[in-house]
């Protein structure tokens, strides 16, 4: 069965973000990111991981919201056969992953 094990949220105050969902919440800061293209924090509650995120460019963010849109930007499912998971999922029009968000996430390092 395939699980949510990771959920992006795009806001304008990384740091008073995360302090809520450490603060009340008890997650653990697990990273910190500051690329050319987003900063925020990635935190965790051990099973599920939790990415605070301010985006600097519209291009990265997403031109359907831009990088001015707080709320949930993305989630992310764990399964246990991708490829099966993907032949049963059927995808909308202009649906799936994009690829600038992937680079995005690949330069936090």
Not at 31 to 36: G, K, L, Q, V
Request: aromatic residues 8%.
């Amino acid at each position: 069965m395939a699980k949510i094990k990771h959920i992006a949220l795009s806001t304008q105050d990384v740091d008073k973000t995360a302090a809520f969902y450490v603060n009340v919440f008890g997650m653990k800061e697990i990273a910190r990111i500051d690329s050319p293209n987003a900063r925020g924090y990635y935190l965790s509650d051990g099973d599920l991981n939790l990415a605070i995120l301010n985006f600097k460019n519209d291009a990265v963010a997403g031109v359907e919201r831009g990088k001015e849109w707080s709320g949930i930007h993305h989630i992310g499912f764990q399964a246990a056969a991708p490829t099966a998971s993907r032949s049963t999922c059927p995808r909308p029009a202009g649906w799936g992953p994009r690829a600038s968000a992937r680079r995005a996430s690949a330069r936090s390092g």
